[in-house]
Structures are given as C-alpha cells and as structure tokens.
C-alpha cells in the first residue's frame, strides 16, 4: 500500500483509535468501570458518587495524559532524528528529559513553594541545558556526532544529571518528591498542570507541524538544504524549541518517560516514509494512542497491582534500541 493511502487511513482512523484507547485506560484499572457507569459519570456528574469521582479525578486525566505525553515524546524524537539526522536520537537519550528533570530538583530545593506554572517553566529550561550539554560536548568531541558517539554522550551526561540530583535530594532530604520525576507515575496526573501543559504541547505540535517541509530537506543533508535557500540554523533552533515546549511539559506533567520518542517515529517511518509533513502528524497520532496503551498494559499485567510504565515502554525500546545499532552501525544517516 502506498505511504500516502497509509496516512490518510491514520489520520481519518485517528479519531476512533484515541477515543478507544482512552475509554479501555478509563475502564480498567484496580477497579474495574463498565460503559455505563463511565457514560453516567461523563454526563450526569454526581459528587457523591465514588465511581463518578475515580473517573473525573483520576482515570480521565491519566488517559488524557498519557495521550498527550505520547504525542509529545513521539513528535520530539521525530525533529530531532530529522534535524540531526541521528536515527538514536530521542529525548530520553539525547539528556532532554534527564535536563528537565535536574532543574526541576534545583527548584525545588532553591524555591520549594513552587507554583504549577513555575514548574512548568523550569522544566523548559531544564530541557533546553540537557540539550545544550549534550550537543555542545559533541561538538569538542571527534565524530561527537555520529549516532552511536552521540548516543553515549547523551546516555553520560543523563547519568551525569540525574546523579546530581539523586545527591541534591538526599542532602535536602526531599528523596521522595524527587523520585516522581525519574520514575514516571501517571496515576500521580495533576489535573491542574495538565490544564497548563495543554496550551504549551499545542503550540510546540503547530510549531513542529510548521517545520516538517523544512526538516524533511534538513534530513537529506546541508548540501541539500542549502540549495533549497533555507537557513539551517533558523530551522534547528525553531525546531529545538519545540522540542524543548513539548518535552519539558511531558516531564514536568508524569516525570521521565523513555524510549517513546525513539520508538515511535521508526515505526511511523516503517508505515509513512520519511517525508516529515506525513511522519510528524502520524507520529503523533501513534504516539498517543502507543503510550495510552502502554499505561493501560502496564495495569493489566500483573493485575491488580500496577506495573511502572518505563518497565513496559523499556521492555518495547531496549531491544529496539540494540536492532537499531545492530541493523545501522554506527554511521551518520546519510
């Protein structure tokens, strides 16, 4: 079936696909919650009523979470495997969300009173020192930018990061409000920083909506890019900021996720191709709805007690992350 055939069935399945994936995360959990009982909730609310309560205040900002962080990470790997034309490219190992996650801890032993929205805003910032350190230590470091060399500057300096912070909270003695965001709790869902993150992951998605044409010729090289009068560095700082808007949400919302962002967009590109005006919409479609799923395997598994999600999306990405090394070597993507 032609690539194109293969987005237009996604996009026009897209609706469907998250509203099913969100109404199974809603159903089933510790409790399980029939149709009618959700439909009942959604239309007459009644305060009183436990059931009614579990699906307001925790299911469906869990589903609707998860649903965004999945599109998030998904659209955040796809720019930067595009813009660095590194296929091991992801947030979660190129020290984004690691970055996030450290300046999160600072503030809260600097200003521990925090609001929502200051969270918020250093997690952009984190995001963007993760980046930061690791592309400035491969750009002083020889072949620092070949995908495996990067992969493992990014993997020591996430390490780097998140044993800082791991001796920061230790010190201040705030180990367990620390250990949210590096071991990733959807059930913990903030209704309230869910209503900041979604204006911030809308605009980071239009933003990388707005840059796929340009990434798509990026991806083919400088030679390339060049010739086309784009301005290579305006389009990767625009499509780092996007980046930074979309993950530094995810991690501020549920904490590090891994290996969603890499996984994602491979399988996009196995389905679409490489053409980003189709790989960024599809990307985050699938990621959504992949990470939705995730969540509620994760559930099910070992029912009726949760299994953290990482464990199911590492389970998905290590092996996936050793087939890429294995099947592309160590070369920069041409």
């Known amino acids: 079936m032609h690539s194109k055939q293969i987005t237009r069935i996604i996009i026009i399945t897209a609706p469907f696909a998250m509203i099913l994936s969100v109404f199974l995360s809603v159903c089933y959990g510790a409790k399980q919650l029939d149709g009618e009982v959700i439909f009942s909730a959604l239309l007459h609310f009644d305060p009183g009523n436990t059931d009614h309560q579990i699906i307001w205040h925790s299911r469906l900002p869990r589903a609707a979470g998860a649903l965004l962080i999945g599109a998030a990470l998904a659209v955040s790997g796809a720019l930067m495997q595009g813009v660095t034309r590194n296929y091991l490219a992801s947030p979660s190992i190129m020290g984004v969300s690691d970055g996030s996650a450290f300046i999160i801890t600072l503030l809260m032993v600097l200003i521990p009173q925090s609001t929502s929205l200051e969270l918020m805003g250093y997690s952009f910032i984190g995001s963007a020192v993760g980046a930061a350190l690791v592309f400035g230590l491969a750009s002083v470091i020889p072949n620092g930018f070949m995908p495996v060399q990067l992969a493992i500057i990014g993997t020591v ?7 800082l912070s791991a001796a920061m909270s230790i010190y201040f003695q705030i180990s367990q409000d620390v250990s949210f965001w590096y071991s990733a709790r959807l059930h913990q869902m903030s209704p309230e920083l869910l209503i900041y993150a979604v204006p911030f992951m809308i605009v980071g998605i239009i933003l990388a909506l707005s840059l796929s044409k340009k990434v798509t010729a990026l991806s083919l090289g400088d030679d390339i890019s060049e010739s086309l009068g784009q301005q290579k560095k305006t389009v990767k700082i625009a499509a780092m900021a996007a980046v930074v808007l979309l993950t530094g949400s995810s991690v501020a919302l549920a904490g590090k996720i891994a290996f969603v962002g890499l996984v994602v ?23 959504g709805v992949f990470l939705t799923l995730a969540d509620l395997v994760s559930r099910l598994i070992n029912y009726p007690f949760e299994t953290p999600i990482e464990v199911v999306t590492s389970i998905i990405g290590v092996p996936f992350f050793l087939y890429l090394i294995k099947r592309k070597g160590g070369e920069q993507r041409a």
């Open 157 to 163: 300096t996430s390490m780097l990061l998140s044993s």
């Open 265 to 287: 967009p491979h399988m996009t590109r196995f389905l679409v191709g490489s053409d980003y005006s189709r790989l960024i919409p599809c990307s985050c479609i699938i990621g």
